[in-house]
């Protein structure tokens, strides 16, 4: 309610206090504590993680990984934050302060809750700031498994602290006047609320935002890897990521060995209780979502699509799992630039094949949509992979990858898929701000 998001404000407020007044190299060492304690509770928080958000154990280490690594990276920088000394006439000078913003707020998808936490709150951290983070209210168990580790890392009290609530809690973080900054990680509708409610208040905002990336198959590429690069577009976290490559244009010539084979490998991916270590794919988030998924493939028959494989509701054998929310991985062939399966995004484990010609024709359609998150190219050409990465309109383009996330590079998007960055050197200049300080070392020259 207002009342308690007021409070974690006014007490993140208090922490921000002390903790701008921190050197770099002492924010740094506290980070850098708080990513060893990641890495020590490593598969205990992502346990939680898989309980959180029904991912499969294996991949939520992945994302611990991640988010500890993220923390170090910031560490790193935290100590280099730092303006700069411009030499003016008469023994005048200036120079700049890059200074943190204040109470920043953090609101998260459900996909990767305690990852999405860590990218956010690390550079906002090392800057100086301090954050309130709201996690969706489907997942809002793990965040709180990272506010429990900043403390005993040794931050200040209240300097990462956890608010839990839906749309309602998000707007009173958004308007609150002593919040100097929004990064919001979810879908195009809820961004552009979130844009217009902190506009009022002149507040800057990051937008993560949805996506439906293309990935582009050329015939000259390394199929085996062109085939494990389409499964990692496609299928990790049950699908629901949002840089997913979901379109993915394969160049005629190979069309039928690549189905044939990504068919076959979707087809083995293991689907069960996500807490055994040999299970690859888990739970839809929920029921509605599961049904919307569902939906989706229903409409891609009635359109002309053709499921390769999967698109079902999924019973596992093992009895206590009968009511889960479980889908089978989906393939769809014979799918056209129009179709509803291609233009919308679907945030399940559904990939639509399309098929092309050229490298101009796939580039235009790669291109047709109003999202540019990511997109990927496959091919051994290196001419052509630099030159179709250089047309593409996405934040993040891969090149003989997909869906690989080092922090060390910015990630976010184009167009509608919002803006700002996460990792990487840049994203220090979304968390601070800059002063500029003129120093007289003469007489004052005055007009009057
Ligand atoms: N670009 C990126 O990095 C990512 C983008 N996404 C996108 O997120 C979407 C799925 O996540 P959802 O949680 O369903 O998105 P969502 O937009 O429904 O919710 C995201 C968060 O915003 C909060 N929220 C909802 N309405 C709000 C309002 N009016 N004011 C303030 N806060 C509000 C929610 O409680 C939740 O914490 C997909 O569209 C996906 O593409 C997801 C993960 C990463
Ligand atoms: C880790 N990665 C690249 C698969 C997804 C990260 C963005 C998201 O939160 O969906």
Known sequence: DKKEVDLAVQSAKAAFKIWRKKSGMERSRILLEAARIIRERKDEIATVETINNGKSVFEARLDIDTSWQCLEYYAGLAASMGGEHVQLPGGSFGYTRREPLGVCVGIGAWNYPFQIASWKSAPALACGNAMVFKPSPFTPVSTLLLAEIYTEAGVPPGLFNVVQGGAATGQFLCQHRDVAKVSFTGSVPTGKKIMELASKGVKPVTLELGGKSPLIIFSDCDIENAVRGAMMANFLTQGEVCCNGTRVFVQREILDKFTEEVVKQTKKIKIGDPLEEDTRMGPLI????????????????????????????????????KDGYYMTPCVLGNCKDGMTCVKEEIFGPVMSILSFDTEAEVLERANDTNFGLAAGVFTRDIQRAHRVVAELQAGVCYINNYNVSPVELPFGGYKMSGFGRENGRVTIEYYSQLKTICVEMGDVESVF
């Open 286 to 321: 929920n029921r509605s979502h599961l049904q919307h998924v569902l939906g989706f493939i229903e409409q891609a028959k009635n359109e002309g699509a053709k499921v390769l494989c999967g698109g079902d509701l999924c019973v596992p054998e093992d009895p206590k799992l």
